[in-house]
């Protein structure tokens, strides 16, 4: 067994409101009731949702058989539980899926359209940043990096660059078991601000999968 992920997301926090058009993509996009996902086939529910978790759509792929869900929060509890029996071998896997912050996927513009949007609304688009903040977060990615053997993860849409920056220094003084959890508490974090883009919390949604 991996390491335990303490954090779930409450389904009253950090959500945009039911039937809201979502925005934090820069797409608007139509989000799915939880009764819809519920319906979703395997190849369907990873196809919707697969983004959910930077580069491991695995974690969707095999929370799929849990269905159905009772609403979002139940979903997420449901995909959170997916990475935390995982193993760490493929919780580190998921950490090092992750970007650098401002780093070179960033600069060459290779993020995932979620990422590029979750950097962006923290204000870290590299032609927005001065010299001297582009060198600032390359040093504290190659510190942080140097001290764990993984990329920095934070959860951009809850910070914004000068508390990323602080939080390199913050988090150096972490074990390194310590800094696996607080990094898969960040992804779940990130994890629940996609998912709240994806699909509405209409619930409830417990109907027979089709």
């Known amino acids: ?88 071998d493929r919780q580190l896997a998921l950490i090092q899926a992750h970007p650098d912050l401002v780093g070179r996927a960033a600069r060459a513009g290779r993020l995932t359209p979620p990422s590029a949007a979750e950097q962006a609304a923290a204000g870290l688009d590299v032609e927005r940043l001065s010299a001297d903040e582009v060198a600032a977060f390359e040093r504290g990615n190659a510190a942080y990096r140097a001290r764990f053997g993984f990329p920095f993860v934070i959860c951009a849409r809850e910070n914004k660059k000068d508390a990323m920056l602080t939080g390199f220094t913050a988090r150096l003084d972490h074990s390194r078991d310590e800094e696996i959890r607080v990094a898969l508490r960040e992804i779940a974090r990130i994890c629940w601000h996609r998912l709240a883009e994806a699909v509405s919390d209409d619930g409830p949604g417990v109907a027979t999968p089709g």
């Open 1 to 88: 067994m991996g390491l335990p992920i303490p954090y779930h997301a409450d389904r009253r926090g950090r959500d945009a409101g039911a039937g809201e058009t979502p925005t934090g993509t820069g797409v608007a996009i139509e989000r799915l009731t939880i009764a819809d996902v519920n319906r979703l086939d395997r190849g369907a529910f990873v196809a919707a949702l697969g983004h959910l978790y930077e580069g491991s759509p695995w974690i969707v792929a095999e929370t799929w058989p849990a269905r159905p869900f009772a609403d979002r929060a139940a979903l997420h509890r449901a995909l959170t539980g997916t990475v935390a029996a995982a193993g760490e």
